[in-house]
């Protein structure tokens, strides 16, 4: 038996009779706050640089993905689903996904990539493929992550598009991270003294690009055909 075998019958006794009460009554919604919990705690450890922290972290987040799994396969979700078939759609996603790698001899030489940003170009058309019921660009960008982060999601479907200029000049130019933060940070302090929500700001900002994406998706201007490439 493999560890990872070990750790799926572990999460099995624990939710089985006589196992932990509190792991029998947990539910895909009751653990979802842990689930984002774990994940900036790798984050966290992530960014110490910490070998022990993160492998410990891992995991703690790998842990909620055999336990989601186990709780799907007790039917949870309606028809069952095991750790296997979640290997499974991972597996066959990512070869989806890196047809350069993957490919016929044909995506080989389409999709052949030497750089990252080889890869980038054709990404976004890739997994288009998987859900091809997508209509914008921003369909399947979570609205729950944070502000900055979906801020910076949308910023980039919104270039890709043409929306908004990739080379315009940066209304505040800023020369590395540390000046950044501290820009950021001061932004923030300047809207708490004045009794305003940046988080909220922001979000209603992005929500207003988001309209104008949509906006421009159903234009005169827009080709169909750079959903799969934006």
Same mark, same amino acid.
């Given at each position: 038996m493999t560890k990872i075998d070990e750790l799926i019958q572990t999460a099995r006794q624990l939710r089985a009779p006589g196992g932990c009460p509190w792991d029998a009554e947990q539910t895909h919604q009751s653990l979802a706050k842990y689930l984002i919990e774990e994940t900036y705690e790798l984050i966290d450890a992530i960014e110490s640089n910490d070998r022990q922290q993160?492998?410990?972290?891992?995991?703690?987040?790998?842990?909620?993905? !055999?336990?989601? +799994?186990?709780?799907?396969? +007790?039917?949870?979700?309606?028809?069952p689903f095991s750790i296997q078939d979640?290997?499974?759609?991972?597996?066959a996603k990512m070869k989806g996904r890196?047809?350069?790698v993957f490919g016929t001899a044909e995506e080989l030489e389409k999709y052949k990539a030497e750089t990252g940003d080889d890869v980038m170009k054709s990404w976004d058309a890739h997994k288009m493929k998987e859900k091809p019921e997508r209509q914008s660009v921003l369909d399947g960008i979570p609205n729950s992550l944070p502000a900055l982060l979906l801020a910076d999601k949308v910023i980039g479907k919104a270039q890709k598009l043409g !929306?908004? $200029?990739? $080379?315009?000049?940066?209304?505040?130019?800023?020369?590395?991270?540390?000046?950044l933060g501290g820009l950021l940070l001061a932004l923030v302090l300047s809207a708490k003294h004045q009794g305003l929500d940046a988080e909220r700001a922001?979000?209603?900002?992005?929500?207003?690009?988001?309209? $104008?994406?949509?906006?421009?998706?159903? +234009?005169? $201007?827009?080709?169909?055909? !750079?959903?799969?490439?934006?």
């Open positions: 993160i492998l410990e972290e891992l995991g703690d987040v790998f842990y909620h993905v !055999v336990f989601h +799994s186990d709780l799907a396969e +007790s039917g949870s979700l309606g028809e979640v290997a499974e759609l991972s597996i890196h047809p350069h !929306v908004l $200029e990739t $080379e315009a000049t940066p209304a505040i130019v800023v020369e590395d991270e540390d000046q922001l979000r209603e900002t992005i929500r207003e690009l988001q309209v $104008e994406i949509r906006a421009f998706e159903l +234009s005169d $201007e827009f080709d169909a055909g !750079v959903v799969g490439q934006a």
